[in-house]
C-alpha cells in the first residue's frame, strides 16, 4: 500500500464494519443496531454471515399450563448489503436469511416436555435511503467530504419488511416463522465528531394477521413502537466499540376478536465491537440483555459474531 492511497484503504476499513448483521431479534421484531446509518459508497457492496446464540426464559399466558419455560436457540444468519444512488442521495438494500436451532422446554401440564425447531427463519429485504448528508459519491469522494467535515449529521429513512420464508407448523404453539408479514418504518440520526459517534432511531412496526394461528385461529396484533440508541467510539482505523440500549412497546394481540393482556415492555442493552483483519474484512462481536418488564415475554441473554466481506 502506498501513502496516497494509505487514507482511502483506511476508508475501506471503517466502512467494512458499518454492517451489524448480528441484531438481536425476537419475535416482535426487536433490534439493537449500531453503526445502522453509516454510509456505504457506490461501486461496494457487502456480504456477510453471522452466528448468534439467545438462551434465556420464556414468560407465557398462564392459560397455556406452562411453567418455567426456556429457550435457547443457535442461529446462523447471511446478509448483503448493495448501495446505490437515489437521486442524489445515498441509498442502500440489504437482504436477510437466517437459519435457526432452536429448543424449548418446561414443565407442561405438571410434567417435563420439550421440542425442537430446525430451519429457516423468516428473511428481511430493506431499502434505505439518506435524506441530510453526503451526496451519494465513490470512496474517493467520500474520503474527501469526511475529512473537510470531521463534524457532520446523517439522516436516513428505511423500510423494511419480514417476509414468511420461515418454517412454521399451524398446529403448533412455538414456531421458528410467524406465518406473517412484518412492515417496519424507521427513521434515524447519525452524527459524527472526531472519534465519537451518536446514533438514535425510531421504528414503528406493524404485523399483519396471521390466519392460520395455532389451530385455524386469526392473530391480529398492534403495532409495536420502539427507539434505540447508541454511543461509538472509534479507536484507530481498525477498531471501534459501542455501547447501545432500546425499549419496544405495544403489540397487543387479539385472537378471533378476543383481546389477550399480553401488551409488550422490552429493555434491551448491548456492548459490541468491530475490528478490522483485513483492508475488505472485519470482524463484529456483540453481546444483548434483553428484559421484559411484563408477566408475559422473555429475559435472555445473547452472543453473536459476524464477519463481513466487501465485494
Known amino acids: 500500500m502506498n501513502k496516497t492511497n494509505a487514507p482511502l484503504q483506511n476508508l475501506y476499513l471503517l466502512i467494512i464494519c458499518l454492517i ?22 457506490l461501486g461496494t457492496q457487502v456480504l456477510g454471515a453471522g452466528f448468534a446464540y ?45 437459519v435457526s436451532f432452536a429448543h424449548w422446554e418446561g414443565i407442561l401440564d405438571g410434567e417435563f416436555a420439550s421440542t ?4 429457516f427463519t423468516d428473511s428481511r429485504i430493506r431499502l434505505s435511503v439518506n435524506l441530510i448528508g453526503p451526496e451519494a459519491s465513490g470512496p474517493k469522494e467520500l474520503f474527501k467530504y469526511f475529512k473537510e467535515n470531521p463534524t457532520n449529521t446523517t439522516v436516513g429513512a428505511s423500510i423494511a419488511v419480514t417476509i414468511p420464508t420461515g418454517l412454521y407448523h399451524p398446529d403448533k404453539l412455538l414456531n421458528i416463522g410467524q406465518n406473517r ?31 392460520d394461528f395455532f389451530g385455524g385461529n386469526t392473530r391480529s396484533q398492534k403495532p409495536m413502537f420502539a427507539i ?34 399480553d401488551r409488550r415492555n422490552d429493555v434491551l442493552v448491548s456492548l459490541s465491537a468491530g475490528y478490522t483483519i483485513s483492508k475488505r474484512q472485519s470482524l463484529k462481536l456483540a453481546y444483548i440483555y434483553s428484559r421484559t418488564t411484563r408477566l ?9 459474531l459476524g464477519w463481513a466481506l466487501l465485494l
Do not use: C, M
Not at 472519534?195 to 421504528?203: F, P, Q, V
Open 181 to 211: 408479514f412484518v412492515i417496519r418504518p424507521q427513521i434515524g440520526v447519525l452524527h459524527n465528531r472526531d472519534k465519537w459517534s451518536y446514533e438514535l432511531t425510531s421504528s414503528v412496526i406493524f404485523f399483519t394477521n396471521n390466519d
Open 116 to 119: 425442537d425447531r430446525n430451519g
Open 296 to 304: 408475559i415475554g422473555s429475559n435472555t441473554d445473547s452472543i453473536a
Open 228 to 261: 434505540q440508541g447508541h454511543i461509538i467510539k472509534r479507536f484507530d482505523s481498525k477498531l471501534w466499540a459501542s455501547i447501545s440500549a432500546g425499549t419496544g412497546t405495544g403489540s397487543k394481540s387479539t385472537i378471533n376478536h378476543v383481546s389477550k393482556d
Open 54 to 98: 439467545t438462551g434465556g426464559d420464556i414468560l407465557l399466558d398462564p392459560a397455556i399450563n406452562l411453567e418455567d419455560a426456556t429457550v435457547s436457540a443457535s442461529t446462523v444468519i447471511l446478509q448483503y448489503v448493495r448501495p446505490f444512488k437515489l437521486g442524489n442521495k445515498f441509498a442502500r438494500v440489504d437482504v436477510r436469511v437466517p
Open 20 to 41: 451489524s448483521f448480528l441484531t438481536t431479534q425476537n419475535g416482535f421484531s426487536q433490534d439493537l443496531e449500531p453503526r445502522r446509518w453509516n454510509i456505504l459508497p
